[in-house]
């Protein structure tokens, strides 16, 4: 039985195409300002790329802020419930998951059958999400890809206490002022966005193993600031960024 995951996010859509418990073909392109139209794009060229056409699907499925949009999808399901079935289809051992995304951020707490016990989502307000990031790499003059591994190079991180996008952007410019290094301005972000992660996962309760999901997951200096803020070791999902729509096509399996 094959089936595809669509997860519609804020800046990119992705698709996943299941079959029998294995991962067939995956797709990422930029949403932009039509959601319905990238909905469809993302299935047509998943398909595409991986040799089947849409006869070969049984059930489709639909997740993220704009899941609605995907007319042609059997049923839709929310963000928390997708991620945590594709975190589950990744290491059913998983009990807790981090998800940054575009425009919000999560923390999920999972049984060990994989069903949601609670979660905490952060969507009223962009600070520490991957728009975040963007906004903080404009300020910066940096390539968003470079923050990372220059934040891994740092000393001593610079003090970023605001946990508003536009107010954190003034820190930030201030800091420039001042003539502190970048490699401790991005480090400094990256610690934030972790002390933010961590309150919303006290909340839910923190289980090992931790999972990491979302675009965010592939910027390593996030990941490290997380584990020294939680003195653990996080898992990088090998599918971090398609995750959402993985779910989705699992969920899909069970309708």
């Not at 499925?61 to 975190?87: C, M, P, Q, W």
């Not at 999972?110 to 962009?126: P, Q, S, T």
């Not at 991180?157 to 508003?164: H, M, N, R, Y």
Request: hydrophobic letters at 45%; glycine letters at 10%.
């Amino acid at each position: 039985m094959i089936t595809v995951g669509i997860d519609i996010g804020s800046i990119t859509a992705k698709a996943a195409i299941v079959e029998d418990g294995k991962i067939l073909g995956t797709k990422v392109i930029f949403t932009g300002y039509n959601a319905e139209a990238a909905g469809l794009k993302v299935y047509e060229e998943a398909l595409s790329e991986a040799g089947f056409d849409a006869t070969a699907v049984s059930k489709i499925v639909s997740t993220g802020y704009g899941r609605n949009s995907v007319k042609f999808a059997d049923r839709a399901f929310t963000e928390i419930l997708a991620h945590a079935a594709g975190a589950h289809f990744v290491n059913q051992k998983v009990r807790t998951i981090i998800d940054i995304g575009g425009q919000d951020s999560k923390a999920i707490s999972l049984d060990e059958a994989g069903k949601v016990k609670n979660f905490v989502m952060n969507d009223k307000c962009a600070a520490g999400t991957g728009r975040f990031l963007e906004v903080m790499a404009r300020a910066l003059e940096v390539n968003l890809d470079e923050f990372g591994a220059m934040s891994l190079k740092s000393q001593k991180p610079a003090k970023i206490s605001s946990l508003c996008t536009v107010f954190a952007e003034s820190e930030v410019i201030s800091l420039i002022a001042r003539g502190e290094h970048r490699t401790e301005i991005i480090a400094g972000i990256h610690e934030s966005i972790a002390a933010r992660v961590s309150a919303m996962l006290a909340r839910v309760g923190v289980v090992e193993p931790v999972m990491i999901t979302g675009g965010v997951a592939q910027n390593e200096g996030v990941v490290h600031a997380l584990e020294k803020k939680l003195g653990l070791k996080i898992e990088v999902s090998p599918w971090a960024q398609v995750n959402g729509a993985i779910g989705a096509a699992v969920l899909a399996a069970t309708l």
